[in-house]
């Protein structure tokens, strides 16, 4: 689902991993029609990055017990 938010609205998938700094950047480069897929590669690539360092804390919250 955060995928295809990721694609459709870019910035507001930043808001739902807790980036709005980064979410309102994206939403002034969404405005342009060259921005929009700049701005949607970007925005998977975070949401790639936040999936991936979830993993790792819950696999280290395995080991801190």
């Given at each position: 689902m955060r995928l295809?938010?990721?694609l459709i609205l870019p910035w507001l998938?930043?808001?739902?991993?807790g980036k709005?700094?980064?979410g309102i950047f994206c939403l002034i480069?969404?405005?342009t029609v060259i921005g929009w897929p700049?701005?949607?590669i970007w925005s998977v690539?975070?949401?790639s990055q936040f999936n991936t360092d979830k993993?790792?804390?819950a696999a280290l919250g395995q080991f801190s017990h």
């Open positions: 295809m938010l990721a998938q930043f808001f739902t991993i709005p700094f980064s480069l969404q405005c700049l701005a949607a690539y975070a949401l993993k790792i804390r």
